[in-house]
């Protein structure tokens, strides 16, 4: 019983990468000699692996932004004549500078698998529908869409996971004759972040 507690105590020292310098009862030379090299081993092995791990994180690019509509006021944007591209100006975080508020698009620059999301909150007048796009290089994705009717506010959103390739270009859409409204209470919202590259 001594002799196993002994081995037990010299084995965790060795796994610390200490050594007891002393010979102790029970325990012989050989089988001593027996145990180092494979636990040493190991723990290089370990060490080896979570080095790469933290340097494969380190190197992962880092890609995410979330944006909100108005900085400052309020009041309804639209109806336009033409879809037009919403310009998020309130920048909450914008990691990498892939969107543009000047612009309001985002531009991928890592190939990659991407989670987006969009949120609207349409007029409190009840005069325009509210129909807003999630476009991806001037394509559909996902929308959303409330029409006018008794109750004096809606509010809705949607998300979408894309493969991006360098160079494509996400922005949201509000189409033509309809409008949303917005105040510091960003209701109206476009965020995104790389899931992981490929």
């Avoid at 325990?27 to 090299?37: I, L």
């Avoid at 900085?71 to 100006?89: A, H, L, R, W």
């Amino acid at each position: 019983m001594r002799a196993a507690i002994v081995l037990v105590g010299l084995l965790a020292a060795l796994a610390l990468g200490k050594s007891s310098g002393e010979e102790n009862e029970g325990v012989t030379t050989e089988h001593h000699c027996s145990c180092q090299p494979s636990l040493s081993s190991e723990l290089c092995s370990l060490k080896a692996r979570v080095e790469r791990l933290e340097n494969d994180l380190k190197a992962l690019p880092k890609v995410a932004f979330s944006v909100a509509l108005r900085e400052s006021g309020s009041g309804n944007i639209g109806p336009f004549q033409t879809d037009t591209v919403i310009q998020y100006k309130k920048i909450f975080a914008n990691i990498g500078n892939y969107y543009n508020p000047s612009t309001g698009i985002f531009t991928a620059m890592v190939r990659g698998v991407y989670y987006l999301r969009f949120a609207a909150f349409n007029n409190l007048d009840m005069t325009a529908n509210t129909n807003v796009v999630l476009m991806k290089n001037g394509e559909r994705t996902v929308s959303i869409w409330d029409k006018s009717g008794q109750d004096a506010n809606d509010s809705a959103s949607n998300a979408v996971v894309l493969q991006l390739e360098v160079g494509d270009n996400v922005f949201v859409q509000l189409k033509a004759n309809t409008q949303v409204y917005d105040d510091l209470g960003y209701y109206n919202s476009f965020s995104g972040f790389l899931l992981f590259p490929v």
